[in-house]
C-alpha cells in the first residue's frame, strides 16, 4: 500500500497547488482597456467603462465583441471552431480571447502591476 513517505509527498503536492491557486487569484487586478491585435499588429485599443460593439474584420474573417459593465465577451465569429465565441468574458488584467483562424486577439491591459510575472497569472 502507501508508505508514510507517499502520503507526506502527496499532501505536500496538494497543499503547495492550493497555495499557488490562492496567490494568483489574490494578485488579480482588473484592466482598464482592451487592445485589439491582428496578426500581431496592435489594431485599436478600447476602455473597459464604456459600453461598445466592435467588428473586427481582417483577411481570414470577422469577429465581434461586445464590452460591457467592464467585461469582454466575443459575440460572433464566422471561424469554423467558435472557441473564441465560446470563451468566457474577461476583465483581469492580462487576460486574453483569441480567434487563431482569424489572427485575433483581444487582452486585457492597464491594471495594477504586481510582483507575479505574467506567465505565472
Known amino acids: 500500500m502507501f508508505k508514510k513517505n507517499d502520503i507526506i509527498l502527496f499532501v505536500a503536492a496538494i497543499l503547495l497547488g492550493l ?21 500581431g499588429a ?13 467588428t473586427v474584420d481582417t483577411e481570414d474573417g470577422y469577429n465581434t465583441f461586445e464590452i460591457r459593465d467592464g467585461y469582454v ?10 472557441i473564441c465565441v465560446n470563451h468566457k468574458k474577461i476583465h483581469y488584467d492580462n487576460e486574453t480571447i483569441v480567434c487563431l483562424p482569424n489572427k485575433v486577439v483581444l487582452e486585457i491591459v492597464g491594471g495594477e502591476d504586481d510582483e507575479v510575472d505574467i506567465i505565472a497569472n
Open 73 to 82: 465577451k466575443m459575440l460572433e465569429a464566422n471561424c469554423p471552431d467558435k
Open 19 to 39: 497555495v499557488v491557486i490562492l496567490v494568483i487569484n489574490i494578485t488579480k487586478t482588473e484592466g482598464s482597456k482592451v487592445v485589439v491585435t491582428i496578426d
Open 42 to 54: 496592435v489594431v485599436k485599443s478600447f476602455p473597459l467603462n464604456e459600453d461598445t460593439l466592435y
